[in-house]
């Protein structure tokens, strides 16, 4: 069985240039299940949430770069209001 969860790190200079061109979304203190049918790939600006998976729960916050693949199934449970760049595929 192949393992779908998402990876959380620091971004390099480049990665964090290439983020301020992807739009921006937000969203308040929440719980939701979400499911990727595409990547997406994220630059955390405000905020904090974790997000579980059956693999185990996956924390981020302000300043961490995150990639979401195909096929996660999940549940965001955010924490402090986020706001994040965001960019599918």
């Known amino acids: 069985m192949l393992i779908v969860k998402p990876t ?4 390099t200079q480049k990665e964090k240039q290439e983020a301020e061109s992807w739009p921006i ?6 719980t939701f299940p979400w499911e990727y049918d595409e990547q ?3 630059l955390i600006l405000k905020g904090k ?3 579980k998976t059956p693999e185990g729960n996956i924390k981020f916050a302000a300043g961490d770069y995150v990639v979401f693949p195909v096929g ?3 549940t965001w449970e955010i924490k402090d ?4 760049h965001y960019k599918f595929g």
Do not use: F, G, Y
Not at 8 to 11: A, E, F, I, Q, T
């Open 49 to 51: 949430a974790l997000v």
């Open 8 to 11: 959380v790190k620091k971004p």
């Open 40 to 42: 997406e790939t994220c």
């Open 72 to 74: 996660l199934r999940c």
């Open 25 to 30: 979304w937000e969203k308040e203190e929440s």
């Open 81 to 84: 209001k986020i706001k994040k």
